[in-house]
C-alpha cells in the first residue's frame, strides 16, 4: 500500500512537470494551430539561465531558487514571444512550413546550448528542505515533488484567472474556437498570439527550473526529452484543452510511475496508452478544436 | 446619393481557385441592398472577399477610404459589421460574453439590441452554444449591432429558421437597417422583397444584373438568373435551359450572363 502511495504523489509530481511543459503547447495548438517543436528550448533556456542567476544570488539556497524561478519565467516569456514575433507570424496557417521552422529552431538552440555550457549535464544544487522527505501515512515522499504540485497548481490557477477574467482571455477563448470570427468582429488576434506565446513561455520557463530541481541536474537535452511527453500529454488531453493538458498530464505521468516500478516500461506503457487514445478517441480526453 | 461602399473588379480565390471574377458594383448609403444569385454563384465569397478573409483583388471603396489592402480587423475596425452564414456564434462563450467581445470603442449601442431582442438580456449568462438557432441569430446580428458602423454585411440571416423567426428577424434588419445600410445575402425572396431597395444579382462568380428589388422580383428574370418563381417556389429545368432573356427595368442593367 505504501508502495502504491509514493507512486501516486511521485506521480502527480512528475505529472505536474509535464503540465507546465505541455500548458503552453495546449493553448499555442488551440489558439493558433501552431505545433511548437521549439517550445523545449524556452525550458531549456530558461532552466540554464535560472541557474546562473540563482547560483550568483546563492547557490542551494531559497533565494537563490525563487529568483531563479523568477528569471525562468521571464527568460520563458520573452524567448517564446521573440519566436513568435520573429519566426511564428510569418508563417500562420503555412503549417508545413511551421514544423519546418520550430524543428530547425529547436536543433539549432540545442547546439547553441551544448556550445555555451557543453553537452554534459551540470549538477546543481538545491536548497536542502526538497532533497529530504516528508512523512505521509508511513510513506516518505520526496519534498521537491510538493514544490513541483504547487507550481503546477498556480499556474493553473493563474492561466484559468486570466483567460476568465481578462479581455485578452475572453478573445483567446474566443479564438480557440473561432479565429476566423474573432478577426471579423475588428480584433487584431495577433496581439492574443503573442500573449498565448508569452504565457506558455512563461510556463515552460517555470517548468525548466523545477525540471533542473527535480532531476538535481541541468543540461543541453532537458527540453528536448521533457517536450516528447508534453507533446503525448497535449495529444492525449485532446489539442488545444488546458483542462484536458492538466488531467492528461497526472495520468501520463502516473502510469510511467507505476509501469516502471511493476514492470518497468513506463516509456512503453505511456506510448501505448497514446496509441489506445488516438485510436478510441482522436480528438484527445478534452479536446475539440479543428483546424 | 454617393454610395457608402463601391467595388469595382473584385476576384475572390479560395485556396488559389478563382471564386469571384471581375464583379462590380455598389452599396447605397441608406436601406438594404440585396447580393441575390443561385447556390454556388460567390455571394458569401463576395462578402468574405470583402472583408478580406479570402485573399482578393479590385478595388474596394468604403466611405471614400480603399480598404482593399486591409486586413480583415483593419476593414471591420473602419465601421464595417459582419453577421456570417450559420451564425457562427461563439458556443462556449456566454451570450453576455459573445456581446462583449463585439464591444469596438467606448460607447456600445447596448440599447438598440435591447429593445430589438430584449430576450438575450435574460439569456445573459447562457452559453450561446445552447441557444436555439432563431436565439444564436439573434447573437449574431447583436454583435454587428453592438458598434456605431457604417455599413453592415449580412449572410443569409434566415436560413433554416423555423417562419416565427424569420419575421423576429426580419423585422430586426428592417429596424437595424434604418439607422445603418446593409448589404444583404438572401435566398428568401420574401424576405428580399420585404428589406431591400435594390439587387445585386450574381451568376458564375459576375455580377448579371443590377436593379430595383420589386422591379425584379416581378420579372421574369427571377426565374433566369435565380432558377426559381418569384414567390420563391423553384422552377424546373431551368438550371438547363435558362429561359430567354427578359428586358429590364429601365434604370437596370443587365449584363450578359457567363454560365461557366
Not at chain 1, 107 to 112: G, N
Not at chain 1, 159 to 183: H, P
Not at chain 1, 217 to 245: D, E, K, N, R, W
Not at chain 2, 156 to 182: D, F, R, Y
Amino acid at each position: 500500500m505504501s508502495a502504491v502511495i509514493l507512486l501516486l504523489i511521485t506521480g502527480v509530481g512528475l505529472g505536474a512537470l509535464y503540465f507546465l511543459v505541455a500548458s503552453g503547447l495546449s493553448l499555442i495548438y488551440g489558439l493558433m494551430g501552431v505545433l511548437n517543436f521549439a517550445h523545449g528550448s524556452f525550458l531549456t533556456l530558461s532552466g540554464f539561465l535560472g541557474w546562473e542567476v540563482g547560483r550568483r544570488v546563492g547557490d542551494g539556497s531559497w533565494a537563490g531558487l525563487l529568483i531563479g524561478m523568477a528569471v525562468g519565467v521571464l527568460v520563458g516569456a520573452g524567448s517564446a514571444a521573440l519566436t513568435e514575433l520573429v519566426f511564428i507570424r510569418r508563417l500562420y496557417n503555412r503549417h508545413i512550413e511551421q514544423v519546418l521552422v520550430t524543428v530547425g529552431l529547436g536543433l539549432a538552440t540545442v547546439a547553441l546550448f551544448e556550445g555555451i555550457w557543453g553537452s554534459d549535464p551540470i549538477q546543481i544544487k538545491s536548497p536542502g528542505w526538497l532533497s529530504r522527505t516528508t512523512e505521509i501515512a508511513g510513506v516518505h515522499i520526496p519534498n521537491d515533488r510538493w514544490l513541483l504540485i504547487g507550481a503546477a497548481v498556480a499556474v493553473l490557477l493563474l492561466i484559468v484567472l486570466f483567460l476568465q477574467k481578462t479581455s485578452y482571455g475572453l478573445i483567446i477563448r474566443a479564438g480557440v474556437e473561432n479565429r476566423t470570427m474573432v478577426t471579423a468582429l475588428g480584433i487584431d488576434v495577433r496581439r492574443a498570439f503573442t500573449i498565448v506565446f508569452a504565457i506558455g513561455g512563461a510556463a515552460a520557463g517555470l517548468g525548466g527550473v523545477l525540471a533542473s530541481v527535480y532531476y538535481g541536474q541541468v543540461s543541453a537535452h532537458q527540453g528536448t526529452s521533457l517536450l516528447i511527453y508534453a507533446f503525448i500529454v497535449t495529444v492525449i488531453g485532446g489539442l488545444g484543452s488546458l483542462s484536458g493538458a492538466a488531467i492528461a498530464a497526472v495520468i501520463v505521468a502516473v502510469i510511467q510511475q507505476f509501469a516502471n516500478y511493476y514492470f518497468g516500461a513506463g516509456d512503453l506503457a505511456v506510448v501505448l496508452l497514446l496509441a489506445v487514445v488516438i485510436l478510441v478517441r482522436p480528438t484527445g480526453l478534452m479536446g475539440k478544436v479543428k483546424h | 446619393m454617393t454610395p457608402i461602399l463601391t467595388v469595382q473588379d473584385l476576384n475572390v480565390r479560395i485556396a488559389g481557385q478563382q471564386v469571384v471574377e471581375d464583379v462590380s458594383f455598389d452599396v447605397a448609403a441608406h436601406g438594404v441592398t440585396a447580393l441575390l444569385g443561385r447556390n454556388g454563384v460567390g455571394k458569401s465569397s463576395t462578402l468574405k472577399g470583402l472583408l478580406g478573409l479570402y485573399e482578393r483583388s479590385g478595388e474596394v471603396t468604403f466611405d471614400g477610404t480603399r480598404i482593399d489592402k486591409l486586413m480583415t480587423h483593419r476593414v471591420v475596425q473602419q465601421g464595417i459589421a459582419y453577421v456570417p452564414e450559420d451564425r457562427e456564434v461563439f458556443s462556449q462563450l456566454t451570450v453576455a460574453e459573445n456581446l462583449r467581445l463585439a464591444e469596438r470603442g467606448g460607447a456600445p449601442q447596448r440599447a438598440l439590441v435591447d429593445e430589438l431582442f430584449p430576450e438575450l438580456r435574460q439569456r445573459a449568462n447562457q452559453q450561446a452554444g445552447t441557444l436555439s438557432g432563431g436565439q444564436q441569430q439573434m447573437v449574431s446580428l447583436s454583435r454587428a449591432l453592438m458598434n456605431d458602423n457604417q455599413l453592415i454585411l449580412v449572410d443569409e440571416p434566415t436560413k433554416g429558421l423555423a417562419p416565427l423567426i424569420v419575421g423576429t428577424v426580419t423585422e430586426a434588419l428592417k429596424k437595424a437597417a434604418e439607422i445603418t445600410p446593409m448589404l444583404l445575402v438572401e435566398q428568401n425572396l420574401q424576405v428580399v422583397r420585404d428589406l431591400a431597395h435594390t439587387v445585386v444579382v450574381l451568376s458564375g462568380g459576375r455580377v448579371v444584373h443590377t436593379g430595383p428589388a420589386d422591379e425584379f422580383l416581378d420579372s421574369d428574370l427571377v426565374q433566369r438568373h435565380l432558377g426559381v418563381s418569384s414567390d420563391g417556389k423553384a422552377a424546373e429545368g431551368l438550371d438547363e435551359e435558362p429561359a430567354e432573356k427578359a428586358d429590364g427595368p429601365a434604370s437596370s442593367t443587365e449584363a450578359k450572363e457567363d454560365d461557366t
